[in-house]
Each structure stands twice: as structure tokens, then as C-alpha cells.
């Protein structure tokens, strides 16, 4: 659904409506966000076939998101990369709380920590260590930044300063996600096989 917007809605609006802005970064947001949101949905129906306890029992759409699952992580990575070099593209330090010293310092740490987060999940370095990180990171700006700033001016932008928040906490719960991408989807743990390889011993747990 997200990617069909992409393709038949906002690629057609950049085009034809805004083509004059294509070279600016910021013109990208809202399609960089769908992509994301197309990422992050692969992702998470990936996340579910984690209790597929075999391979061979899998159906057509287990084997169709399966395989769509690095898609989504690739999109998602490309909306993080490209949102971390907005930081330094664009002059966004005054949304760095006042009480935050060094606001400049701070805006370009985070540009930064995107771009390298991003490009560590992509390539899977450091998966797991890097995504929870990333997750981290951006639920303290869901907290610090998003939280404050939706409660304090609700009805800025017809509601924008709320749905931002939104899409942190999405950002952060996609990342979460991520750093157990490496387990693979219907492995049985070490325990459930012990388990099931004694006798009569699944019974006695009934």
C-alpha cells in the first residue's frame, strides 16, 4: 500500500507539480517517509513468521515477504541515511530542546548517527548492537523532542508536530525489529529442541 502511494502519487506530484524543487532535499520528506513506512512493513509481517516452526510448511505469502524482508530493510536504511544528511543540508538546531547546550553540536551528532546507523544496518554490521542504538536514540527524541513539541503546539501544521511523533516512535520500533533480523524465521531455540527430542517429557509440562 505505502509503495503504491510512492509510485502512483507522490513521484507524479515531484514531477509534474514540484518539479522545480527536485534538487532540494527537503521536497523528498514525505516520499522518504512512505518508503520507510513501506520498509518498516515488510519488516514487521517478516517478524511474524518467526513462529514458523517449518520451512516446508510456509505458503506463497510467507515465501513472498521473506524474500521482500532486505527490501524493506534497504528502504528503510535510505529514508534513515538521507533524514541524517537533511541535518546538514538544512539548519535544523532550533529543534534541539534550549536546556540542551551546543544545539548546533547536537543537530550534526544526530545527522551523523543516522548516517552511520543507517549504513551499519544496511551492509548488517554490528546488526543488532547498531539498530538497538538507533532505536534508542530515536525514542529519546520521541521523548525530548517529538513529545514536547506535538503537546505544546498540537494544531501547528494542521496536526504535523503529532504525526512526527508518530513516525519516531515507527522509526524506533522498526529498528527494534531489526536488531533481531538475524535470527532466522522458523528456527526452533535450543531449548524448545531439547524438549522435544525427550519422551513423554512435552506431557509432563502440561
Known amino acids: ?56 510448511q510456509k505458503g506463497l505469502t510467507d515465501k513472498l515477504v521473506s524474500n521482500m524482508s532486505p527490501v524493506g530493510r534497504i528502504f528503510y536504511c535510505t529514508t534513515i541515511i538521507l533524514f541524517g544528511c537533511n541535518h546538514f543540508a538544512y539548519d535544523i538546531s532550533f529543534m534541539v530542546p534550549k536546556w540542551f547546550v551546543f544545539q548546533t553540536f547536537w543537530s550534526y551528532f544526530a545527522g551523523a548517527a543516522l548516517i552511520a546507523g543507517g549504513t551499519a544496518i544496511l551492509f548488517k554490521i554490528f546488526l543488532k548492537p547498531v539498530a538497538l542504538l538507533l532505536a534508542t536514540m530515536l525514542f529519546l527524541w520521541f521523548i525530548l523532542l517529538h513529545v514536547p513539541g506535538a503537546v505544546r503546539n498540537p494544531y501547528v501544521g494542521r496536526g504535523n508536530l503529532i504525526v512526527s511523533a508518530f513516525d519516531a516512535l515507527l522509526f524506533c520500533g522498526t529498528a527494534l525489529i531489526l536488531s533481531q533480523s538475524s535470527k532466522k524465521p522458523g528456527r526452533k531455540s535450543s531449548e524448545q529442541i531439547s524438549t522435544s527430542s525427550v519422551p513423554g517429557k512435552s506431557l509432563a509440562n502440561v
Open 1 to 56: 500500500y505505502f509503495f503504491s502511494l510512492i509510485i502512483l502519487c507522490h513521484i507524479p506530484y515531484l514531477l509534474f507539480v514540484y518539479p522545480h524543487k527536485l534538487s532540494h532535499l527537503g521536497s523528498w520528506g514525505d516520499l522518504l517517509k512512505e518508503l520507510a513506512f513501506s520498509g518498516a512493513s515488510f519488516t514487521i509481517a517478516r517478524s511474524f513468521l518467526y513462529n514458523t516452526s517449518n520451512q516446508e
